[in-house]
């Protein structure tokens, strides 16, 4: 039998994280003696990997200039989490609710994230979630968004198929990486890019609130 899985992403789907990225890219920017994007900028890349994002931000520069950026962006991420000045990264409101009733229904959990295998481990453990999981994909073992790989590597580890697979996220790099593992792709309306560049992404539906997302799952 194959597993229903659904697989999710994290910041802007799971967790509500930006301020804590928005504060690392500004940092990172500027003590590279650059022009530190604008927020609304900073959260169309989330989703990226980091090297992926920097390069989205400032196209005018080289791959060796992004990834030196990328590396003060994971300085900067640590260096403010190990001073206390870190945002709490919350749990969206009733996610635990949503998580419960996919799993009583039949689903397999997943998630598919830019993070690092680090940063996602530290979140989901800070939530105490992390044994709800049965696969955990990150920008460390995979390319960016939105190439298929992260989706397939899940459903051979979950034992799913494209068929019986749904990707949920909040950008259009989510729904453009679902469509090219050929599975089902699920907006969600409250993270980082607005419901019309989802669709147009190609999600099949939008789930509007994180209460209703159960129940839309099982239109897809």
């Known amino acids: 039998m194959t597993n229903r899985l659904a697989l999710f992403d994290c910041d802007g789907t799971l967790v509500d994280s930006q301020a804590n990225i928005c504060r690392s890219m500004e940092e990172a920017f500027v003590l590279g003696g650059l022009e530190a994007p604008t927020r609304p900028a900073i959260r169309r890349i989330i989703g990226l990997s980091v090297v992926e994002a920097i390069a989205a931000l400032s196209p005018e ?10 590396e003060d962006y994971k300085s900067a991420f640590f260096r403010l989490r190990a001073s206390g000045a870190m945002d709490e990264e919350p749990l969206f409101d009733g996610m635990i609710a949503a998580l419960d009733a996919l799993a009583d229904s039949g689903w397999v959990l997943g998630v598919a994230t830019g993070k690092s295998d680090r940063g996602l481990a530290r979140i989901l453990a800070h ?22 790989s992260m989706v397939e590597l899940a459903m051979a580890e979950a034992g799913a198929s494209p068929e019986t697979t749904v990707m949920i996220g909040d950008t259009s790099y989510d729904m453009l990486m679902a ?6 792709a699920l907006g969600v309306a409250w993270g980082y890019h607005p419901a019309e560049e ?7 539906a939008i789930a509007e609130t994180v209460a209703g997302l159960p129940a839309q799952m099982e239109t897809l």
């Open 61 to 70: 520069l080289d791959d060796a200039r992004h990834r030196t950026l990328a």
């Open 127 to 148: 939530h105490g979630i992390a044994d709800r999981f049965v696969t955990l994909q990150t920008a460390d073992r995979h390319p960016s968004k939105p190439h298929p």
């Open 179 to 184: 469509r090219a593992a050929g599975t089902s």
């Open 198 to 204: 989802l669709t147009s992404a190609g999600a099949h």
